[in-house]
């Protein structure tokens, strides 16, 4: 185990939505996503994860099963999802959304399952590990996703 030192700078980026990899434990996993009118568009659930999400800049919409709206959500303020809550956000207005994503695994040495409960409509967005890109193209899923 070794302490890792963080410093984060906001991307420039040509996409609606870019993940920033903090890093990862045997146990949990820490990003920043960046978001212009986007966000995680599709209704899912993670069953071996419990999230903690932080709006850091901008606004964020948290909604659950039936559209139903969970959390509006402005910069200094945060969301708790339990494993297996369903969920979706979107960035609000048109200011870009940073939000810290903070995912705390059942089981260590899981990867992050997801259960798509809608259509996928996540779209294009590059991933990249502690501002130098780690995938070139951009893969639809994201490698650390299991299906």
Known sequence: HIARVVRYEKPETKRDRQIISFGRTDSMMVFMQVLLQSGESSLHKHPNTDSFWWVVRGKAAFYTTDHELLAELEPE???????????????????????????????????????????????????????????????????????
């Open 77 to 147: 303020q945060g969301v708790l999802l339990p494993r297996d809550y369903p969920y979706y956000f979107n960035a609000v207005g048109r200011d870009h959304l940073e939000i810290l994503q903070m995912e705390s695994f059942l089981r260590q040495g899981e990867r992050l399952q997801t259960v798509n409960l809608e259509e996928d409509r996540m779209g294009d967005y590059e991933v990249t590990e502690s501002g130098e890109y780690a995938l070139s193209p951009p893969p639809l899923v994201p490698p650390w996703v299991e299906a």
